[in-house]
Nanobody
Framework: QWQPVESGGGSVQDGGSLTLSCAPS????????MGWFRQSPGKEREGVAA?????????YYSDSVKGRFAISHDSAKNRFYLQMNSLKPEDSATYYC????????????????WGRGTLVTVSS
């Protein structure tokens, strides 16, 4: 079972950057789809970005992060990354890496396994 472990969160100023990493704990076979979602108190879970390694690395982004965030996959290490630029206070949340059954459509509905998350705090 591919159990994600997230790292890389922290505190940054408005406009800053962070890179989150996701590594597998356990078996590390290539996933059909991997996603990053975030959640903060009082807000709904939001699917931020997803990538399909077996379909040429096709990527998917929410409108709120398009143009600022980039999801990537290092096939040699089988790790996933979320590069976050131009961060805003509203990006503050706990970010989770998840295995996803399919990237098609509303992929947030098809989450399988996710880690404990990594906290991102953006101050103004």
């Amino acid at each position: 079972q591919w159990q994600p472990v997230e790292s890389g969160g922290g505190s940054v100023q408005d406009g800053g950057s962070l890179t989150l990493s996701c590594a597998p704990s356990g078996s590390a076979y290539t996933q059909n789809c991997m996603g990053w979602f975030r959640q903060s108190p009082g807000k709904e879970r939001e699917g931020v970005a997803a990538i399909s390694p077996i379909y040429g690395g096709r990527t998917y982004y929410s409108d709120s992060v398009k143009g600022r965030f980039a999801i990537s996959h290092d096939s040699a290490k089988n790790r996933f990354y979320l590069q976050m630029n131009s961060l805003k206070p509203e990006d503050s949340a706990t970010y989770y890496c998840a295995t996803v059954r399919t990237c098609a459509g509303d992929w947030l509905r098809y989450l399988e396994n996710w880690g404990r998350g990594t906290l991102v705090t953006v101050s103004s």
